[in-house]
């Protein structure tokens, strides 16, 4: 027997019903317009643009097209602070040295040695437990892989560490060029021949945009824009390792070094796929050996960097010391660069007019970068910080020819050059460099800055050479130190500010806005007007007729 239909239920309704919830519906969008005016909650005003009456159209509209690369540029500057922050946030983690999951294929030891650093971290010089944590890694490694900025190879070399690992023992040497996508491929093919011929040379671009697996990020935001998922020279690498590995038939251990900002951490974590140790634009990151498994029977170690010897030069002192800004003046610092580099592809890359010395450049850069100080004058001394930043930064490209003729470094002779040839497979190594090469996408050799190198950067391995620190190099430490916690608090909202105005504000409210300037130690922010010749009075009535139009 068929079921009858069922009716479905009338939406029929009396009118009284109706009429009641249409109000009721009014009364709360009425409470809701009501909270909304509480909280300031407006609609979005359309953006006139700059009218042709207004005065100084021209000059506005140019600012407003600065004002983009100021961003940029004031994003990058940011980094360094918040790379110090998740410093802090991983303090626990990068003081033992060893995560949890990687306890078990590591010997006791090195965990014994990480918490009798952290009891002296207190007491002694860091510069004395950088030496103490590099002579750990020299001693407890098998192979060790020696870190150079492809930009200037020779000055990434030190003679002291490389001596040491010559008298460590049956120890090998592997120089790794880094940053390889940063130089011309015709000079990076000259300085491969030329450092093959001394020690096995690997070819590497190191990938800067991993995930740190191990925190849970709950904002997504956009890389910078010089950071590179890519690895190039991984595999190249990992056969040379594993090859060695299987001639000698146990597991080794390899040790990374190098001089600060040469990209040591960043290896570890190509290879291993994952962000496990702490990385960032600020030099000296790394302040104890770190042990990371990369399989059963590969260890990777990283170690702090390199002191340098203030015998050195200028130049060397500006690009590889971390306190080469604290000790020297900037405009020092950045003056030493500077005179290394050639004048004209200078002006070519950072757009700014033909100069005399150093202090003219700064003043034209500050100029064109927006940098100014109260009353308009342009801030120099921020300018020098700003090419300091991103000469020792991994973004900007440059390159140094290596010497006309090949000699044999005065540490080495041809017994040490054979005994750390020997294990390694070279032809399967020449054939991977070849292959990361051409996959290596540089730059063009007109584009790039010209760089005379300083040669080899001396360094200092014994705790006994390093120099006492001066009472004002203290007194500034920890000025700068307090500037930068107090910065560290700020550096979020500030970045979030600057990317919303670049988004919401008009061009014309752009140009007129307070640009937030670095304070030098012990001083406070000053305020700073982007048009010149303006008073405080003249910008709020300009304000006004602006916001009347």
Request: proline letters at 5%; a positive charge.
């Amino acid at each position: 027997m068929k079921r009858p239909k069922l009716k479905k239920a009338s939406k029929r309704m009396t009118c009284h019903k109706r009429y009641k919830i249409q109000k009721k519906v009014r009364e709360h969008h009425r409470k809701l317009r009501k909270e909304a005016k509480k909280r300031g909650h407006k609609k979005s005003r359309k953006d006139l643009g700059v009218p042709n009456s207004a005065p100084f159209k021209e000059a506005l509209l140019r600012e407003a097209e600065l004002r983009k690369q100021r961003l940029e540029e004031l994003k990058q500057q940011q980094k360094l602070d918040r790379q110090k922050e998740q410093e802090k946030k991983r303090k626990l983690d990068t003081n033992s040295g060893v995560e949890p999951s990687n306890v078990e294929p590591v010997k006791e030891e090195f965990g014994q040695c990480n918490a009798k650093n952290k009891a002296k971290a207190g007491k002694q010089n860091p510069k004395k437990l950088y030496c103490q944590e590099l002579k750990k890694v020299i001693e407890a490694s098998d192979v060790v892989l020696e870190v150079l900025d492809a930009r200037d190879p020779l000055g990434c070399r030190c003679p002291q560490v490389e001596e040491a690992v010559i008298q460590g023992g049956q120890k090998k040497l592997v120089l790794v060029l880094n940053k390889s996508d940063l130089v011309p491929k015709e000079n990076l093919e000259n300085w491969l021949n030329y450092l093959k011929k001394e020690l096995p040379t690997v070819v590497f671009k190191a990938s800067t945009n991993l995930k740190d697996k191990r925190k849970i990020t709950k904002i997504k935001r956009k890389a910078a824009p010089f950071k590179s998922e890519v690895c190039i020279g991984k595999e190249g690498l990992w056969k040379l390792l594993r090859g060695f590995r299987e001639m000698l038939g146990k597991a080794i251990q390899v040790g990374v070094i190098g001089f600060p900002n040469v990209g040591k951490s960043s290896i570890i974590n190509s290879l291993k796929q994952e962000r496990i140790c702490n990385v960032g634009v600020s030099m000296g990151l790394t302040r104890s050996m770190q042990v990371v498994p990369l399989d059963k029977q590969i260890t990777i170690i990283d170690s702090p960097s390199f002191i340098v010897s203030p015998l050195n030069s200028p130049t060397a002192l500006a690009l590889r010391s971390p306190a080469s800004i604290e000790v020297l003046k900037p405009v020092e610092a950045a003056s030493a660069i500077l005179s290394q580099a050639d004048a004209r592809q200078v002006v070519l890359k950072f757009t700014v007019p033909d100069f005399k010395n150093s202090l003219e450049f700064f003043t034209l850069l500050a100029q064109r970068r927006g940098l100014h100080q109260k009353g308009g004058s342009p801030n120099v001394e921020g300018a020098a910080k700003l090419l300091w930043s991103e000469w020792t930064g991994g973004s900007l490209g440059y390159y140094c020819h290596p010497p006309a003729s090949w000699t044999l470094s005065p540490h080495f002779n041809e017994s040490i050059v054979t005994d750390m040839m020997w294990g390694f497979n070279l032809e399967e190594l020449g054939k991977n460099n070849a292959h990361s090469i051409q996959a290596i996408r540089g730059p063009r050799l007109a584009s790039s800055i010209l760089f005379q190198s300083s040669g080899l950067t001396n360094g200092i391995i014994e705790e006994k050479d390093i120099p006492e620190e001066l009472p004002k190099q203290k007194e500034r430490k920890q000025e700068t130190a307090e500037d930068y916690e107090d910065m560290d608090a700020d550096q979020e909202s500030v970045d979030e500010e600057a990317s919303a105005k670049s988004s919401d504000v008009s061009p014309a409210r752009e140009t007129c806005k307070v640009l937030p300037e670095e304070s030098q130690a012990g001083e406070q922010s000053e305020r700073c007007y982007v048009l010149d010749g303006m008073t405080e009075e003249e910008d709020d009535a300009y304000d006004f007729s602006i916001d009347y139009v």
